[in-house]
């Protein structure tokens, strides 16, 4: 009993740093744009076939992280500055932008699936034997992806915290008109977000199919009610709050895998988010956020 | 002939079923404007319980197939359950979705539903049957009527198309009434509407539920013709597809609505089946569906509007007394003369 619940919460701590990588690069685009990106399953999907290519062409699953993170950067750019701009140049808002993002999901999701030909494909590499660190059964690889999302937690942090552009793009995110008139070149910082957060998308999608062990065309598309949902009750473009999310969504998720019913463990994640909507409805009614403005 | 023929009744009897699909969604989207992106789940759970309350008791005999509720009730039953499923299901699903949020916050949470409720379905065997879905649901009154197969399609497709004329005057007249004008205040000015006293919490929950009984109703119709339903019948793009019809159309006209489930459910999402086989199975309904995400996109871009938009709600000096509600007893008046002129 006390041993099952013991792994399972370090499970859901891997299952965390999944959920984290992906959330934090959401969070911030969020934050900056503050329009829900719906097409951001699709581009971790995307980055995750690049990597399955390049590693089934003999390259070591190391640089598919890399060149994985790189190709949802690049994507992310490029949907960013000709799908999305456009839009919100013709004066689209907010719900007008998520909806333009969710036709754009749909053309990513189903391209996939018509250049994979519908089939889910096996990514077996990085697994080792697993080790036993006290009453856990883990192997090294997940302790691995584990540490990347601390890594990838910390280093948001101080980017974000300590360099020239970090505070520029915390500025924006709070106030691009002032920050404009302040001399801060906001089409710039737009262009580093959009490279920034694809690069988390892209990480999030190789890590995803590393932990899951298989890549299909669905696969982002699942795991982004998670990731939103994390997102959302860490509070748009904190970092910290979708770590904090992350990690009790991903280990209530283990926990109710591990007791109950593994199909409803995903409906445990979410689980959490109603329930924060239904406590605390402020996290999402934002009275400032009614006049958000779409930030491109 | 007989092919054709029942090839053009086959299509009828799914533009009757879109055309409630795309009224539902007209009346909370277009009316009301919830972006109602779980819509396909209302029109899902209809199917299921009409299927389970068809299909007879689960006697555990039936080994290939597990299911809740099982029973065997006698025609119009399964079609009224399915409706009170969908307006249950949207009432639960309302009362923590439809909380006051920023409207993209919504779309998201109900989006989200739509994926988990799939998930759902999908992994749990003794819901209904898991990713297998349920099958062999019989055709309502199938073995009483003395009738050929081809005739059996015929009347079917006058009931689907008297339920579907029923529905259409319903929705008329619930977007035409004080409730509906309600509900186009609440839609443009919320904070306005508030402060006239209209409780718009309740007006948004009723159109919901609403909505997700004509959901419900068209996923029973819809079982009862295909006999069988399953997870791959409604992963959560099947929405959008009744969202593109509406906003090629004409989002909240309904002759718009028609003229969207006519082009792009029913021709489009038909025409392919003539074409020749091009790669592997399974490429022409990807591409399909790259196409609807195409044509969503561009008629936001070019045409939001819709190709027949909106008519304003225009107030002549003669028709006062008809949109206070009052009906105006002068049979014959300029306003009616500018109507018809209107065409």
């Known amino acids: 009993m006390f041993t099952t619940l013991i792994s399972a919460i370090a499970f859901g701590v891997v299952l965390a740093s999944v959920i984290a990588i992906a959330s934090m690069g959401f969070t911030i685009q969020f934050g900056l744009t503050n329009m829900l990106n719906l097409s951001y399953g699709g581009v971790m999907t995307a980055s995750a076939f690049v990597a399955y290519l390049l590693v089934s062409h003999g390259v070591s699953a190391w640089y598919g992280l890399i060149v994985g993170g790189l190709a949802g950067s690049l994507m992310t750019l490029v949907l960013g500055r000709f799908v999305l701009r456009p839009y919100a140049r013709r004066g689209a808002k907010l719900f007008e932008m998520m909806m333009v993002t969710l036709g754009l999901a749909l053309v990513l999701d189903y391209g996939l699936q018509a250049l994979s030909h519908d089939n889910i494909y096996q990514f077996t590499v990085l697994q080792s034997s697993p080790i036993h660190l006290g009453p856990i059964v883990i192997t090294p690889t997940q302790v691995i992806l584990a540490g990347l999302g601390l890594v990838v937690f910390v280093g948001l942090e101080l980017l974000l915290r300590l360099t020239r552009i970090g505070k520029a793009l915390r500025a924006t995110a709070a106030e691009p008109t002032l920050a404009r008139s302040c001399g801060i070149r906001t089409g710039r910082v737009v262009i580093v977000t959009w490279l920034l957060s694809g690069f988390l998308c892209g990480l999030a999608g190789v890590v995803y199919i590393i932990n899951s062990q298989s890549v299909g065309y669905s696969t982002g598309e699942l795991f982004l009610p998670l990731v939103i949902a994390a997102a959302l009750l860490g509070g748009a473009g904190s970092p910290k709050g979708a770590v904090v999310s992350a990690l009790l969504m991903g280990i209530v998720t283990q926990v109710v895998a591990a007791f109950g019913q593994p199909a409803y463990s995903t409906v445990a994640g979410f689980a959490v988010l109603v329930i924060v909507l239904l406590a605390r409805p402020g996290v999402v009614a934002g009275s400032q956020g009614a006049e958000a403005q779409v930030t491109l | ?343």
Not at chain 2, 175 to 200: C, F, H, K, Y
Not at chain 2, 214 to 238: F, R
Request: contains cysteine; proline residues 5%.
């Open chain 2, 1 to 343: 002939m007989g092919a054709w023929e029942f090839y053009i009744t086959t299509l009828v009897v799914y533009f009757a079923i879109d055309v409630l699909s795309a009224f539902s969604l007209n009346l909370q989207f277009g009316f009301g404007g919830i972006i109602n992106l779980s819509f396909i789940v209302f029109q899902a759970i209809g199917a299921y319980v009409a299927a389970a309350v068809t299909l007879g008791p689960d006697t555990g005999q039936n080994a290939f197939q597990t299911y809740i509720w099982g029973a065997s009730l006698p025609f119009p039953l399964p079609l009224v359950l399915a409706t009170v499923a969908g307006a249950a299901l949207s009432l639960v699903v309302g009362l923590f979705g439809l909380r006051r949020m920023r409207k993209d916050y919504q779309a998201a949470v109900l989006l989200i539903v739509s994926l988990i409720a799939w998930e759902v379905a999908k992994s749990d065997v003794h819901l209904f049957n898991g990713s297998n879905g349920v099958t062999g649901i019989g055709r309502p009154l199938g073995t009483t009527l003395p009738l050929s197969s081809l005739g059996y399609q015929w009347v079917y497709v006058v009931w689907t198309l008297a339920i579907c004329i029923a529905v259409y005057a319903l929705v008329r007249w619930l977007s035409s009434s004080p409730w509906g004008r309600a509900l186009r205040a609440m839609r443009d000015q919320e904070d306005a509407t508030i402060s006239l006293g209209i409780n718009v919490t309740a007006l948004r929950l009723q159109v919901f539920v609403i909505g997700g009984a004509i959901a419900g109703l068209s996923g029973g119709l819809l079982v009862e013709y295909i006999g069988a339903w399953s997870p791959g019948a409604w992963g959560y793009a099947e929405t959008f597809v009744v969202f593109t019809a509406m906003f090629v159309g004409g989002i909240r006209n309904y002759k718009g609505v028609i003229l969207g489930t006519l082009l792009v459910p029913i021709i489009f999402l038909e025409l392919p089946r003539f074409l020749p086989p091009i790669g592997y199975p399974g490429l022409i309904d990807s591409v399909e569906w790259i196409v609807i995400g195409l044509m969503w996109m561009g008629s936001l871009y070019w045409r939001p509007q819709g190709l027949l938009p909106e008519k304003r709600n225009m107030v002549f000096p003669g028709e006062f007394g008809s949109v206070t509600g009052g009906g105006s007893k002068a049979g014959f008046s300029l306003a009616s003369l500018l109507r018809k002129g209107q065409g």
